[in-house]
Nanobody, 119 residues
Framework: QVRLVESGGGLVQAGGSLRLSCAAS????????MGWYRQALGKQRELVAG???????NYADSVKGRFTISRDNTENTVYLQMNSLKPEDTAVYYC?????????????WGQGTQVTVSS
């Protein structure tokens, strides 16, 4: 059974930083595409960032230059470094994993971690 557990969310002031982590188990981590979605209250879930098995990254336009996704295949963990946070980044952030690159929505999800950015 695949399990994804997020951590690192919290409350931060605008302009601050947070680092989210997602630890995976029950799967061959290195074979999966990993990434993060977020869902703000009353809005649809949106893709924030993804990273392929080979390390190729993609980002939502709204976070380019501020967020960085990375993965550690030895620790089965994917990270999202979030800098210069804005109030509009407030959302529940969900980690995902999928053995393929084009499945929408992805196959596996974490439970989510709340990120709140105060103005």
């Amino acid at each position: 059974q695949v399990r994804l557990v997020e951590s690192g969310g919290g409350l931060v002031q605008a302009g601050g930083s947070l680092r989210l982590s997602c630890a995976a188990s029950g799967t061959v981590f290195s074979r999966n595409v990993m990434g993060w979605y977020r869902q703000a209250l009353g809005k649809q879930r949106e893709l924030v960032a993804g990273i392929t098995r080979s390390g190729s990254r993609n980002y939502a336009d709204s976070v380019k230059g501020r967020f960085t996704i990375s993965r550690d295949n030895t620790e089965n963990t994917v990270y999202l470094q979030m800098n210069s946070l804005k109030p509009e980044d407030t959302a529940v952030y969900y980690c995902y994993a999928d053995p393929t690159t084009d499945r929408n929505p992805p196959l596996y999800w974490g439970q989510g971690t709340q990120v709140t950015v105060s103005s």
